[in-house]
C-alpha cells in the first residue's frame, strides 16, 4: 500500500546504498568503546548540552542485569521502553510470552532514555565485547541495515518469515527496508508516526483558539498563547533527540515529502533557502517553548500538556500510548493532528525485533520473534504502545480513535522516514546531526548549524563536495 510513493523517494536497495562511510565510523566507535571500557558513549555533545535530568542520565542503575548463562531458560530482551506506555506494549507482549512458555525466564533489560539515546552505546559496548542479549529492539531502515546488518552482527530472519507464512503479512515496502542481499534481517513489531502535534483541547478553547495547521498558523496561535500567558510548544530536550524530533517535522512542513526525502538522498541541496526558512522557523519556535525545556524528557513535556501547562508538543505517537497510561481519551482530553504543514504525509519509523549472532538463547529468541511477528502479538503490544501494527490484518476494533486514524493515514498519505528514529539516515550522520542539533538550540545560529549540516550529508558520503 505504501509504495505509491516510496519512503525513500526511489527504488529502495539498501545494498546499494553508500554505507563505507557510516560503517566506518560505527567501526571507530565500537573501537573507542572497546578501549574505553565499558562507559557509554552519549551520542550528544556534552559540552553545549545543559545538565541532562535523570531520565537520560548514564544509565547505571537502569543497565540490564547480564543474561546469568546461556545454560539458564531465559529470554532476554534488550530496549529503552521505561516510560508509560511503551513499558506497558512491551509488558502485554511479555506476559503472552510467559502464558506460552511458563518455563522461560524473560529478563527484561532496559537503558533509559527516549529514542535508545542511552541504551544505543550500551548495546554497542555489549556487542563489541560478544554479549548480545537474546533479541533487541532496532529501528527499521539505516539503523539496521548500517549498523548491525553490514557489519555482520545479525542472523537473517527470512527464515521465520517463511515459516509462518509472513511474506503476505506486511506491506512490501516495510519488508524492504528490512532487507539487503536477498535477506530479511528483523521482525517489524510496529509503526509509528513521528509528524503528530499533540494539544491540550480546552487550553485552546479558552483562549478562543483552534489547533493550527501551517507553520504559520502556528506562530498566530503561539502568540496568542503566550500573550495570556499559556507556554504554547512543550519540549523535554534533556536528550537532544526530541530537539531532532521537532526539527524533522519543520524541515518536512517546509519542503514538502519529495524535498525532505531528497535531504537523505543528496537531490536536495543542503545549503537551499528552504533549509533555511525551516531553520530559522526552527529557532522561532523555540521562543515559545517551556523555560525548563532543557532538564525534561518527551513524557514530561507530553505531560505538560496533560496537565494543561503547555497548550501543544510535537512528538511521535508514543505519545498516544503515554497519554492513555495515565487514562486519558483522544480527542477528549487531547487532540491530536499532523504537525504544522504536513498534512498528508506520514513521516514513518518502526520498531523491530532482532537476532544477534550468538545470541545465547536462540531458540528462545525464535520464539520470542514468533509471537512478536504474529496478529496476536502486535494487536497486544500496539494498542498500549501507541503505533499501529507493522502487520496490515491487526483487528482494528482494538484500536483507539486516534490509532484508527493513523492506520488510515498510513494508507493513503506519502510515506517519509524518520531521521531522529534510524530509518532515513545511518547511526553516524544522526549523531552528527543531534551534535549539531545541541549547539543550535543554545546559540539559534541558522547560518552555522546550516553549514553543519551541509558537511554532515557530504561526510555521510551522500552529497557530494
Ligand atoms: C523511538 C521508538 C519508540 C519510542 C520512542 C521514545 O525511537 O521507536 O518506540 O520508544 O523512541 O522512547
Redesign the pocket.
Known amino acids: 500500500m505504501i509504495d505509491r510513493d516510496n519512503i525513500f523517494g526511489g527504488e529502495f536497495d539498501m545494498s546499494n546504498k553508500r554505507l563505507w562511510l557510516p560503517i566506518l565510523l560505527m567501526v571507530l566507535a565500537l573501537m573507542i568503546a572497546a578501549c574505553g571500557g565499558t562507559a557509554p558513549t552519549e551520542t550528544t555533545a556534552p559540552t553545549a548540552a545543559p545538565a541532562p535530568a535523570e531520565e537520560e542520565a548514564a544509565p547505571a542503575e537502569e543497565e540490564a542485569a547480564p543474561a546469568e548463562s546461556a545454560g539458564a531458560n531465559q529470554l532476554e530482551f534488550y530496549s529503552?521502553?521505561t516510560?508509560g506506555g511503551?513499558a506497558d506494549g512491551l509488558n502485554a507482549m511479555y506476559d503472552l510470552f510467559k502464558a506460552m512458555y511458563p518455563d522461560i525466564e524473560i529478563v527484561n533489560a532496559t537503558v533509559a532514555g527516549?529514542?535508545?539515546s542511552n541504551a544505543k552505546a550500551v548495546l554497542a559496548t555489549r556487542m563489541q565485547a560478544g554479549d548480545p542479549p537474546d533479541s533487541f529492539q532496532v529501528?527499521a531502515g539505516h539503523e539496521l541495515i548500517d549498523t548491525w546488518v553490514v557489519a555482520d552482527k545479525m542472523e537473517p530472519v527470512t527464515f521465520i518469515f517463511e515459516e509462518n507464512g509472513w511474506m503476505d503479512a506486511y506491506p512490501p515496502d516495510v519488508i524492504s527496508i528490512l532487507s539487503y542481499n536477498g535477506e530479511i534481517w528483523s521482525v517489524p513489531v510496529n509503526i509509528?508516526r513521528s509528524n503528530v502535534m499533540w494539544y491540550n483541547p480546552a487550553v485552546l478553547e479558552a483562549n478562543g483558539l483552534t489547533a493550527p495547521t501551517t507553520i504559520e498558523e502556528f506562530f498566530t496561535v503561539a502568540d496568542a498563547l503566550k500573550a495570556a500567558g499559556v507556554t504554547p510548544l512543550a519540549l523535554g530536550d534533556n536528550g537532544i533527540w526530541t530537539a531532532t524530533h521537532l526539527l524533522e517535522s519543520v524541515l518536512l512542513g517546509t519542503l514538502g515529502a519529495d524535498g525532505y526525502r531528497g535531504l537523505w538522498t543528496g537531490d536536495t541541496d543542503w545549503n537551499s533557502p528552504e533549509v533555511t526558512t525551516a531553520l530559522e522557523s526552527f529557532a522561532r519556535m523555540l521562543d515559545y517553548v517551556n523555560a525548563d525545556h532543557a532538564a525534561l524528557s518527551?513524557d514530561q513535556a507530553a505531560q505538560l500538556v496533560a496537565d494543561g501547562d503547555a497548550a501543544m508538543t510535537i512528538m511521535?505517537d508514543?505519545a498516544n500510548g503515554y497519554f492513555t497510561s495515565i487514562d486519558l481519551k483522544p480527542n477528549v482530553d487531547y487532540g491530536y493532528a499532523p504537525s504544522p504543514s504536513t498534512d498528508g504525509i506520514f513521516m514513518m519509523?518502526s520498531?523491530t525485533f532482532s537476532l544477534p549472532k550468538g545470541a545465547p538463547h536462540r531458540d528462545n529468541a525464535i520464539k520470542w520473534l514468533t509471537l512478536a511477528g504474529s496478529k496476536e502479538g502486535q494487536d497486544a503490544f500496539n494498542p498500549l504502545k501507541g503505533s499501529i501494527p507493522a502487520r496490515t490484518d491487526g483487528d482494528r476494533s482494538l484500536y483507539d480513535e486516534y490509532l484508527q486514524s493513523a492506520m488510515d493515514d498510513f494508507a493513503s498519505n506519502a510515506i517519509t522516514p524518520s531521521l531522529a528514529?534510524g530509518a532515513a539516515a545511518s547511526e553516524g550522520w544522526v549523531t552528527a546531526f543531534n551534535d549539531i542539533m545541541t549547539l543550535f538550540v543554545t546559540d539559534r545560529n541558522v547560518e552555522n548549524a546550516q553549514a553543519a549540516m551541509a558537511k554532515a550529508c557530504v561526510d555521510a558520503g551522500v552529497c557530494g563536495q
Request: charged residues 15%; hydrophobic residues 45%; negative net charge.
Open positions: 529503552w521502553w516510560a511503551e527516549g529514542a535508545g529501528h509509528h518527551w511521535g508514543w519509523l520498531d528514529h
